[in-house]
């Protein structure tokens, strides 16, 4: 057993979030902490296929399976730490400040935050089971938003996750009825800590041929 690929679940204080209750938040850091754990344990029974230096053709299908789920896993971790660290306590201010340099780059990108947030909260209401998140191109710095299937499918390598939104049912389904995503995704918006999300975001290239 190694502990260089060991990984711990982060503590995220979002009490009193608006729309979203302390009960959901509670269950969804529990359910986080399950992907922590199982990541890990994916990460060890793969190195215990490794260690001898080769995969026998006996081990292939077990090391397959294994190797496979580690996408979900990963991503249903790594993603629940975006997610929770872009909110905070007691609710946002709703949508950035006209100056902010999200705007900038919803503007540089997709014209206006407007148009930007109209494709951002569109991905959102797609039936199924994900997320949506607005990532950014390290190569041109443009912004866009994504859906994401489960936890794995639809995320482009290599970009950026500068806001990210869980769609999972289990995000609001203690505060809403499953018809009413749109009521959590409004609440989402109003628990949105910018500061947060900015500090992902690399300055626009064309930020000076724009203002
Ligand atoms: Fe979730």
């Not at 850091?29 to 344990?41: A, H, I, Q, R, S």
């Not at 947030?117 to 797609?126: E, H, L, S």
Request: hydrophobic share 35%.
């Amino acid at each position: 057993m190694t502990d260089t690929n060991t990984y711990k679940p982060r503590e995220f204080n979002l009490s009193n979030l608006k729309g979203i209750s302390d009960e959901t938040l509670e269950m969804h850091f529990k359910l986080y902490e399950g992907y922590v754990k199982e990541t890990n344990n994916l990460n060890e029974r793969i190195a215990e296929f490794i260690k001898d230096g080769k995969v026998d053709q006996e081990e292939m299908p077990a090391y397959s399976e294994l190797t496979r789920r580690l996408g979900f896993e990963y991503n249903g971790m790594v993603l629940h730490e975006y997610y929770f660290e872009n909110m905070k306590s007691y609710g946002g201010t709703g949508d950035p400040a006209p100056p902010s340099a999200f705007r900038q780059a919803a503007e540089t990108s997709f014209g206006s935050y407007e148009i930007w947030k109209a494709d951002f909260v569109g991905i959102g209401k797609m039936r199924g089971v994900g997320w949506a998140i607005c990532a950014q191109n390290p190569t041109n710095r443009r912004i866009s938003n994504h859906w994401i299937s489960l936890h794995e499918m639809g995320n482009v390598a290599g970009f950026t996750p500068v806001l990210v939104m869980d769609v999972w049912e289990h995000a609001y389904l203690l505060d809403y009825k499953p018809a009413d995503r749109p009521k959590y995704i409004e609440a989402f918006f109003s628990n949105i800590d910018w500061q947060a999300s900015e500090k992902r975001l690399q300055q626009p290239i064309s930020r000076s041929a724009t203002s």
